[in-house]
């Protein structure tokens, strides 16, 4: 049983670049969150994605923008790349919880993203 | 909003000592905790969660953590450390309404030696 997997794990990027980065969720899963990691900080929540729609979003600006498809995967993407968006793009993947709502997450190993 | 500190950015202990790794948080209600771990170059890993019940969880890898209400508390604790120990580790709280969401701490890196 294949967990999530995210691609690419490694990229380069220049200032004002675009970069999409996709996931694809564990079996199973129907909601995927995104988060950033910058190095030596904790994951920073970007957004979550459930039935293709934005359900919650993290403190982060337009130029971050993401999509699911109808088979639970999805793509982050970033307009206009600055060089603080360097960082670790962490996918999540999670069954959307019944009556308490709670989520427990998967991750995958993530996408390494430097922007020069 | 929930929000959760850890304390101690880094902590070195020797290989068979015991563990204490400790984290507050913030929020209004009850909250959904969880600890995860992350080795170099790696995702994160579930270690433990607190969802209700008894406060004292046990989880994967010989971990367990108490959650203490009063204190807005949840520490992780090992009664004996191994070398293989050695990573990140990040207290996290979710919560919601009309959709959860979970939230990290800065984590704190363990250092093992022997």
């Known amino acids: 049983d294949a967990g999530v997997t995210q691609s690419p794990t490694h990229l380069i990027k220049t200032r004002g670049q675009q970069v999409t980065l996709r996931c694809s969720p564990k079996?199973?899963?129907?909601?995927v969150s995104w988060y950033q990691q910058a190095l030596g900080q904790g994951p920073q929540f970007i957004f979550q994605y459930y039935e293709e729609e934005e359900r919650q979003r993290g403190n982060f600006p337009d130029r971050f923008s993401g999509h699911q498809f109808p088979n639970y995967s999805s793509e982050l993407n970033v307009n206009a790349l600055l060089l603080g968006d360097s960082a670790l793009y962490l996918c999540a993947s999670s069954v959307k919880g019944g009556l308490s709502g709670a989520n427990v997450l998967t991750f995958g190993a993530g996408s390494r993203l430097t922007v020069l | 909003a929930q929000s959760v500190t850890q304390p101690d950015i880094h902590i070195t202990v020797s290989e068979g000592a015991s563990l204490e790794l400790r984290c507050n948080y913030s929020y209004g209600a009850t909250p959904y905790l969880f600890w995860y771990v992350q080795s170099p170059g790696q995702g994160l890993q579930l270690l433990l969660k607190y969802f209700s019940g008894d406060t004292l969880v046990q989880g994967i890898k010989g971990f367990e953590a108490e959650f203490k209400r009063s204190q807005s508390s949840f520490n992780l604790r090992k009664p004996s450390v191994h070398w293989s120990d050695a990573a990140e580790y990040f207290c996290?709280?979710?919560?919601?309404?009309?959709?959860?969401?979970?939230?990290f701490g800065a984590g704190t890196r363990l250092f093992v030696k022997a």
């Open positions: 996290a709280v979710g919560a919601g309404t009309g959709g959860f969401k979970t939230i």
């Open positions: 079996s199973g899963h129907d909601t």
